[in-house]
């Protein structure tokens, strides 16, 4: 197959923009709830509002993509992320937050099942474990730079700077709210997308049997196997626990450590998702070495004891523990993922739908979390995790995958077998 170098490019800049917008929420919670007068179980209604979209769009988004092509979805996406960046910026509020999210949500979605297809085709399939990693990688690194642009807005709109952008945000933004610069920053990123898109002539994406999600009697058959449930509630356990820290990690530190939010909370949110970048390459070293079930036990086991050190530990330890839990929770989601599609011999497109569904988590866990906030104190409320993080455990003690991940032992025993 025929590498078209552009689109795999424009691929992994969805990548990028992506995780841009997605996972810079945790340090702009504080902000938030002390701008908009916010009690803890409110603010957990910020990430369900984004995180509940994957559940509403994931598998409509699939037929979406084999009827109408993936062009105009790419393009209906980024429009959805446009006008809820454009409305937030307009009109920053409560409502509007919630309302703002979910439009950016939905578009988030629907671009999540549509660029890797796109990327295994572009790049060719021979390519395309390379690719995807090259993809994670970027998502890494977007990850760690949104906190990173949030802190110097902050630091930087309101304060005399005569650059030609950061003038523009000063008659844009409140002085009372800069945090809401980064959504003019969003609202740019989308729009450029949008006529980048625009102007890129696609190829016609042929859909594997394995990433064609069908409804009817395959999705029946599916949710009558139990795996696929346990499996769901994996995906859900796992973006729960991600979004869980995430999105409360820095108000934690605020709370009981006085941490500024907007400089070193927003590094230590930074670095949650840099050292998941970090730990996801040693995973993929591990997983040639070792049965994916013992990794998975071994890095839960891990994050597990960095976030009972980062919720009981002092300020010093907080500010490393909760760094770490990110390292340790890099390999959960794609050794979960593939044990699931290793344990269910056909219709792994449509199971792959459904567990995309489970992305869900990040809207329910957040909110739980602030709702137990309110009765008990955020630091008990965040031990909720250890529920999740139990669950996601359990998996590497009762799955029992038709086909393991291949090791170089097991290679080396076939050779002598």
């Keep these: 197959m025929r590498r078209n170098t552009l689109m795999v490019i424009l691929v992994l800049v969805t990548f990028f923009v992506i995780s841009f917008l997605t996972n810079v929420l945790g340090p702009l919670i504080p902000d938030i709830i002390d701008n908009f007068s916010l009690s803890l179980g409110l603010a957990g209604f910020l990430p369900f509002s984004f995180f509940v979209a994957y559940g509403v769009m994931s598998i409509p988004a699939g037929v979406l993509v084999e009827k109408y092509s993936e062009k105009p979805i790419l393009i209906a996406a980024f429009f959805l992320a446009f006008c809820g960046a454009l409305l937030f910026a307009l009109f920053p509020g409560f409502r509007i937050a919630l309302i703002s999210l979910f439009l950016i949500g939905i578009g988030m979605a629907m671009l999540q099942v549509i660029i890797n297809p796109l990327l295994r085709q572009s790049g060719g399939e021979s390519n395309y474990a390379f690719y995807s990693a090259m993809a994670q990688l970027i998502f890494g690194l977007a990850s760690y730079l949104s906190p990173q642009l949030y802190s110097y807005l902050v630091h930087t709109v309101h304060t005399g700077n005569t ?13 009372s709210l800069k945090w809401v610069s980064l959504y003019w920053v969003f609202t740019l990123i989308t729009l450029a997308m949008i006529m980048l898109i625009s102007f890129i002539r696609f190829p016609r994406v042929v859909f594997l049997e394995d990433e064609k999600i069908v409804i009817g009697h395959t999705f029946r058959e599916l949710l009558a196997n139990r795996y696929v449930i346990l499996f769901f509630v994996g995906i859900f356990a ?7 820290i995430a999105n409360w990690a820095s108000k934690f530190l605020q709370t009981y450590h006085g941490v500024d939010p907007t400089t070193k909370g927003a590094d230590v949110i930074s670095w949650f998702w840099g050292l998941m970048t970090v730990g996801c390459l040693l995973g993929l070293l591990l997983l040639k070495i070792l049965d994916s079930k013992t990794v998975l036990l071994a890095f839960t086991s891990g ?7 980062g919720l009981l530990g002092t300020k010093e330890i907080a500010m490393i523990a909760f760094p770490l839990t990110g390292f340790f929770a890099s390999v959960m989601y794609p050794v979960i993922f593939s044990l699931a599609l290793n ?5 792994h497109g449509t199971f792959a739908g459904i567990l995309c569904t489970g992305i869900a988590g990040g809207a329910l866990v957040p909110l739980v979390i602030g709702g137990l ?7 008990i409320a965040m031990f909720f995790i250890f529920v999740t993080m139990g669950y996601i455990f359990s998996i590497g003690l009762w799955a029992n995958p ?16």
Aim: aromatic share 8%; proline share 4%; glycine share 6%.
């Design 163 to 175: 650059t030609f952008f950061i003038a523009l945000l000063d008659r844009l933004v409140p002085e």
């Design 238 to 244: 796992y973006v729960g626990t991600e979004q869980g």
């Design 303 to 309: 994050a597990i004891i960095a976030l009972l050190a």
């Design 343 to 347: 344990s269910v011999p056909k219709h």
């Design 373 to 379: 906030a309110e009765l008990l104190g955020l630091r």
């Design 402 to 417: 038709i086909v393991s991940n291949a090791t170089i032992t097991r290679k080396i025993k076939d050779l002598f077998r």
